[in-house]
């Protein structure tokens, strides 16, 4: 009888998925990242992984009812990351600390190993005058200094490299200790045993660590600064609030309670003093005041904000005490938000960064071999083929000495191993994305990740929304045409009451302005592109366009309707009999025809897609210089979406910019949403870029911003592989026959400590960039 293999099948229970955020230490090169990905997906229960090299985070999305935070953060921690979960905003201030402690060690360090390096080469300068110094021309002297050197500045990065290789995750700091151990033992067996004829070459680990400290530390100062930005938008959260009684007529100066910021519940009340922060979003309900909101969006203008307006956590009250109502607290504040999005923007990849990873998971082991086959090489086979080598090698330097087949491979092996850059690699694209998603914050800008940063490289056509996108997005009725146009306004207010929409505050400000009393009204019910209904007195009332009325068979004789091809007709019916229409108008904002000229300029294809009629949308398009065949009028929330998917089935790459809950679909269908901040929860949640400002123009700045991050990122990866393509092929002795050139170890490690700096460096330029 034939046995039936048995097939596993893993079910996972997507309603106890989660996502965490945890701060990983620990971490030195790109190999490192894979080896930390590689552990956190092989825990059972662990759906996904993504790590930061740069920010020092991995979010980890995993089943609950399998695993536990503690748990996944104490098998890095057992396995050389010492991890812990962020619970709380309040853990940055640890990691801030942690940072300046690790810096301060570093300099330490480095002012150890710089004073070891000054006194070696001191000490070599006896070489050049004829004679030697005393003490410090001794090789022995030297061989404390090296060992000094190995012991102190040089510790930790041995002892780490040697615990990564023991499991099986060797990284940046097992190739520098290889190095720097190997000098130092094939200079100890040289003076230990003179008559093999060897150069004792101390200098060299002094030298390789010296460097290797040099370039770690002004690499993490670039990383803290790069990483800056959030570090600011976190501190910008108040830590505490204060609590009043509700207000009344005659006096809002009741005696406050201070209580923690995160503590603040939904509607209570709180007084915020000149010059304070707003801890929590709320409405103002007693006093007037101004606000400083450039945390918020970038705009240094005050803003004047008096009974009902809003305020957001973090921005700054400048003049008057005012009480306000908390209406969102903790991680629900915009601020929350900005601080959560920024995160996970930092830490989702971008496609191109995938080929670096591939490489990194093998690059340690790759450099490791090619150093052993550079070794056996030249031991073997490249001496023997260009002998002259021995001579040049002899020469190399500040001495001449008898050179051997056997130290010259040593050396070569041992400048391999030190110049290899997996850093670089590795840093490449998370600084530049870092340093972009920390620059697009300050500018009122949320681009929600690196891949999003690659999909707007390759736009080639824009999408436009009109009503509030392009237009100011606050409509006034023109005209009310109808037998009785006081129970025709009376109605459509009564029935717009129960959504949100810029047509619906129109006539809402026009009821309100002719003193209509708003009628009893039920079942509201909202049917986004189309209009509204409600049920008036047991009477259906309808409001919205004619296709919402024909849907519900209410005759529209048009002949009675005026014909407009510049304005907005609201149709409005009472238990399936017409009233008659409202005409509302709205009007382009000051920058539309300047942003879609800029977007014209810089070779996209500009389109306006809009739900209203096409006569309105063809005058709009005309203002806006479009072609006929780059205005579509007349288009539901659901065609919207099919709009968008028939540009991409021919192959154009789409951005969509929108504001509205109709708009959601198309933006998550386009290749990238931009919402607008000032539009729906819902578009904005859908939206791939989120702009804070309510500024047209700063669509130009997302693309700019996008495209010169994403620059920066080819910039770095390039960079990164060309040197170490470059790099390592040399240090192996590639130019040693036909141009007598050799790396020494030492020059190889300030190599090294360089490519790392140069690519932090290079992404930090993207704070003083003008975008182009």
Same mark, same amino acid.
């Given at each position: ?15 106890? &998925? ?56 104490? *098998? ?38 710089? &004073? ?58 097992? &190739? ?5 151990? %190997? ?22 680990? @002094?030298?390789?660590?010296? +460097? ?17 930005? !959030? ?8 830590? #505490?609030?204060?609590?009043? =009684? ?88 915009? !601020? ?27 690059? %340690?082991?790759? @450099?490791?071999?090619?150093? $052993?086959?550079?070794?056996? +090489? ?13 001579? $040049? ?28 850059? /997996? ?5 490449? $694209? ?24 690659? *999909? ?10 009109? #009503?509030? $996108?392009?237009?100011?997005?606050? /409509? ?8 009785? /146009? ?52 047991? *009477? ?21 309707? /005026? ?34 000229? =800029? ?32 205005? !579509? ?65 700063? @669509? ?16 770095? &990866? ?47 330029? !993207? ?6």
């Amino acid at each position: 009888m034939q046995t039936v293999p048995k097939i596993e099948t893993t079910i996972i229970n997507y309603s106890s &998925l989660e996502t965490i955020t945890l701060d990983v230490s620990g971490m030195k090169c790109a190999g490192c990242v894979k080896a930390v990905e590689r552990q956190l997906t092989q825990q059972k229960g662990v759906i996904s992984a993504c790590v930061n090299l740069a920010t020092e985070v991995a979010t980890v999305k995993y089943e609950t009812d399998l695993l536990d935070p503690n748990t996944i953060a104490q *098998k890095l921690t057992d396995n050389g990351f010492p991890a812990q979960p962020r619970l709380a905003h309040s853990v940055v201030k640890k990691q801030t600390e942690r940072h300046r402690q690790e810096i301060e060690q570093h300099i330490w360090h480095i002012a150890i190993a710089s &004073l070891l390096l000054i006194m070696s080469g001191i000490g070599h300068l006896g070489h050049f005058i004829g004679s030697e110094i005393p003490i410090l021309g001794n090789i022995w002297f030297h061989a404390v200094l090296a060992s000094i050197a190995l012991l102190v500045p040089g510790r930790e990065i041995i002892i780490n490299g040697a615990r990564s290789l023991s499991k099986n995750t060797p990284n940046m700091n097992t &190739l520098v200790g290889l190095g720097a151990v %190997t000098a130092y033992t094939a200079s100890i067996i040289a003076l230990l045993f003179p008559q093999l004829g060897w150069e004792c070459f101390f200098d060299e680990p @002094v030298m390789i660590l010296g +460097f290797i400290l040099l370039g770690k530390t002004l690499e993490q100062q670039a990383r803290y600064r790069a990483a800056s930005t !959030l570090h600011s938008l976190i501190a910008l959260q108040p830590v #505490t609030a204060s609590l009043v =009684s509700r207000p009344n007529n005659s006096n809002n100066s009741s005696e406050s309670l201070e209580i923690p910021a995160s503590q603040v519940k939904v509607g209570e009340y709180l007084q915020v003093l000149p010059g304070e922060k707003f801890p929590v979003d709320g409405k103002i309900c007693d006093g007037k005041t101004t606000v400083d909101e450039s945390m918020l969006t970038g705009e240094s203008m005050l803003v004047v904000k008096e009974f009902g307006g809003n305020v957001a956590a973090g921005t700054i009250n400048k003049s008057g005490t005012i009480v306000m109502q908390a209406t969102r607290t903790g991680s629900e504040t915009t !601020l929350a938000q900005i601080v959560k999005l920024v995160e996970t923007a930092q830490t989702r990849k971008a496609p191109i960064q995938n080929l670096a990873d591939m490489v990194a998971g093998y690059f %340690t082991y790759g @450099v490791m071999s090619i150093a $052993t086959l550079t070794f056996l +090489f030249w031991y073997f086979i490249g001496t023997n083929i260009w002998p002259q080598v021995l001579q $040049t090698f002899s020469h190399h330097g500040s001495m001449t000495y008898s050179a051997s087949p056997l130290l010259l491979s040593l050396k070569l092996a041992i400048a391999v191993l030190v110049i290899a850059c /997996p850093c670089s690699l590795g840093l490449a $694209t998370p600084t530049a994305i870092l340093v972009g998603s920390g620059v697009g914050a300050k500018r009122g800008l949320l681009i929600k990740g690196g891949d999003i940063l690659e *999909k707007v490289h390759e736009l080639d056509t824009i999408v436009f929304d009109k #009503t509030g $996108t392009l237009t100011t997005g606050h /409509p006034t009725v023109r005209d009310i045409v109808g037998n009785n /146009p006081e129970l025709l306004l009376q109605v459509a207010a009564t029935v717009e009451s129960g959504t949100s929409h810029p047509l619906a505050e129109a006539i809402l400000q026009k009821a309100q302005q002719e003193n209509v009393a708003l009628l009893s009204a039920t079942d509201f019910y909202t049917e986004p592109g189309l209009g509204v209904s409600a049920i008036i007195d047991g *009477k259906l009332a309808l409001v919205g366009n004619l296709e919402w009325l024909k849907k519900y068979e209410v005759v529209v004789e048009q002949g009675n309707i /005026p014909t407009l091809t510049d304005k907005t007709t609201v149709y409005v019916s009472l238990d399936r009999v017409l009233l008659g229409v409202i005409i509302v108008s709205d009007v382009l904002r000051d920058d539309a025809l300047v942003t879609v000229k =800029s977007l014209q300029g810089m070779g996209l294809r500009v389109i306006l897609l809009t739900g209203d009629r096409s006569g309105v949308a063809e005058i709009v398009g005309k203002q806006l210089g479009l072609t006929a065949e780059d205005v !579509l009028g007349e288009v539901p929330p659901s065609g919207k979406a099919e709009a968008i998917a028939a540009l991409q089935l021919k192959g154009q790459k789409v951005g969509m910019i929108g504001d509205g809950i109709n708009d959601a679909p198309a933006l998550a269908q386009a290749n990238v949403g931009i919402g607008m901040q000032t539009g729906t929860d819902v578009a904005v949640e859908a939206a791939d870029i989120v702009l804070m400002q309510d500024k047209l123009m700063d @669509v130009i700045e997302s693309i700019k911003l996008s495209r010169a991050t994403f620059n920066k990122i080819r910039e770095n &990866l390039f960079w990164a592989f060309a040197y170490n393509i470059v790099g390592i092929p040399v240090a192996a002795g590639l130019l040693l026959p036909s141009l007598g050139i050799i790396l020494s170890p030492g020059a190889a490690g300030a190599l090294m400590a360089f490519s790392s700096v140069s690519v932090v460096t290079n992404s930090l330029l !993207l704070r003083s960039s003008r975008l182009t």
